[in-house]
């Protein structure tokens, strides 16, 4: 009886693995983090997602070199949150993988409203970008301090928006463990 019953939570548990469900949830604002999102949605078998602004980001706005275009404010403004058009569901996934490009060493702030509009509790959340070469720098912990407080937050890592189907799933094989 007690080998039927360890092999009844063992399957379960493998069952529980195998139909995890996984959501790709990015934001892009010129592609890169598109075609990065779309790479590791199919290379994971995952759902995926675009959050959406409400006013899109037009290339005046992504002006970097202004300090008066839409994206340099909002990077300056600590509590400047960015609308979303569309509402995003996480509650039927395990694992939500939330893809990004890095605005002054951060996540745009869209990527905030995000974290703090869905319920993140007891999922595994990891943190892509693409840049062009910073990485993630501090944003993990910022986006932990306003995310669910039970969520589990993986390693986060930044690729580069063409990386390949074999190099995301050797990575999130690694960090989903």
């Known amino acids: 009886m007690k080998k039927l019953v360890f092999a009844i939570l063992i399957g379960g548990l493998f069952m529980a693995n195998v139909n995890a469900k996984t959501l790709v949830a990015y934001f892009s604002a010129t592609g ?8 590791v949605a199919s290379a994971l078998g995952a759902d995926i997602v675009e ?3 409400k006013v899109p980001y037009t290339s005046s706005d992504l002006d970097w070199t202004d300090k008066k275009s839409r994206s340099t404010v909002e990077c300056n403004d600590p509590s400047a949150r960015s609308e979303i058009k569309n509402k995003i569901a996480v509650s039927p996934y395990d694992t939500v993988i939330i893809a990004f490009p890095i605005w002054w060493y951060n996540a745009p702030k869209i990527i905030y409203t995000f974290v703090e509009s ?3 509790s007891g999922k595994k959340v ?6 062009g070469g910073s990485g993630l720098g501090r944003t993990p912990a910022d986006l932990q301090k ?3 407080k039970t969520a589990d937050w993986r390693k986060g890592t930044r690729f580069s928006s063409s990386a390949s189907a074999s190099e995301v799933k050797k990575y999130f094989d690694e960090v989903l463990k």
């Open 32 to 39: 890169n983090t598109k075609r990065l999102s779309q790479t």
């Open 51 to 53: 959050i959406e602004p």
């Open 118 to 120: 869905v319920d993140l």
């Open 126 to 131: 990891v943190p892509i970008c693409t840049s």
């Open 146 to 148: 306003v995310g669910s």
